[in-house]
């Protein structure tokens, strides 16, 4: 009995690695890909793309057709279940009233991936905008601007290399940006479709800016 109640238990559960889904939309890309990736693990997936329909029943049913209408209903609760569990409560209570998972889902579908589109460009924008000030420590910069790019991978915003670097070379001070640009030319001197690491780009500015601080002790 206790192996039945725990597997009962386990297939109506979402695992830790599926996050309560933001109000805002701010997390819906990576939301949608591991809450998929999960409910598709638990055989459900179906009840939310309709691909897995009400079963027909004739007229009288067969017993056959009664056994798979049951366990098709047991199923769309079990689904019903993992919906709500990472839902906002305001999304909640906008789809209770739908009677299916399908139709519960197109409706989350909707609102969340305008409001997602939204948060994630507002997010890259920023991010692309990010400038350090003369004064300001810039072994310390870089440190968190490694980390708030992490961070946006995190809620499905991916800041590819090309972008990465152009936003490296504009937000320094003058002086390192120049560093930038000719650690940059030089590597397409050697190729011209070649372009430095991110992060090898990163550490070399960290230790630049360090030699041009004792300089000017």
């Given at each position: 009995?206790?192996?039945?109640v725990?597997?009962?238990?386990?297939s109506?559960?979402?695992?830790?690695?599926?996050?309560?889904?933001?109000?805002?939309?701010?997390?819906?890309?990576i939301?949608?890909v591991?809450?998929?990736?999960?409910?598709?693990?638990?055989?459900?997936?179906?009840?939310?793309?309709?691909?897995?329909p009400?079963?027909?029943?004739?007229?009288?049913?067969?017993?056959?057709?009664?056994?798979?209408?049951?366990?098709?209903?047991?199923?769309?609760?079990?689904?019903?279940?993992?919906l709500?569990?990472?839902?906002?409560d305001?999304?909640?209570?906008?789809?209770?009233?739908?009677?299916?998972?399908?139709?519960?889902?197109?409706?989350?579908?909707?609102?969340?991936?305008?409001?997602?589109a939204?948060?994630q460009t507002?997010?890259?924008?920023?991010?692309?905008?990010?400038?350090?000030s003369?004064?300001?420590?810039?072994?310390?910069?870089?440190?968190?601007?490694?980390?708030?790019?992490?961070?946006?991978?995190?809620?499905?915003?991916?800041?590819?290399?090309?972008d990465?670097?152009?936003?490296?070379?504009?937000l320094?001070?003058?002086?390192?940006s120049?560093?930038?640009?000719?650690?940059?030319?030089?590597?397409?001197?050697?190729?011209?479709?070649?372009?430095i690491?991110?992060?090898?780009?990163?550490?070399?500015l960290?230790?630049?800016?360090?030699?041009?601080?004792?300089?000017?002790?």
């Open positions: 009995m206790s192996v039945t725990s597997t009962a238990s386990l109506n559960s979402l695992p830790s690695s599926v996050p309560k889904l933001d109000a805002s939309g701010l997390n819906w890309a939301f949608l591991r809450f998929q990736d999960a409910v598709e693990a638990k055989g459900f997936w179906g009840h939310f793309d309709g691909t897995n009400v079963p027909a029943l004739s007229s009288p049913a067969k017993s056959d057709e009664l056994v798979a209408k049951a366990q098709w209903d047991k199923d769309e609760r079990s689904a019903k279940s993992l709500t569990q990472r839902l906002p305001s999304t909640l209570m906008k789809i209770h009233t739908k009677k299916l998972v399908q139709e519960r889902w197109e409706a989350v579908v909707k609102e969340f991936t305008e409001k997602g939204y948060a507002e997010l890259r924008a920023k991010f692309l905008a990010s400038r350090c003369e004064k300001e420590n810039v072994r310390a910069f870089l440190d968190e601007l490694r980390v708030r790019k992490e961070e946006l991978v995190q809620v499905g915003v991916v800041i590819d290399d090309k990465y670097l152009s936003t490296i070379n504009s320094l001070p003058i002086a390192l120049n560093f930038a640009s000719a650690q940059l030319a030089a590597v397409r001197m050697f190729a011209s479709t070649k372009s690491e991110p992060e090898v780009l990163l550490s070399l960290v230790e630049e800016a360090d030699r041009q601080k004792a300089q000017q002790v």
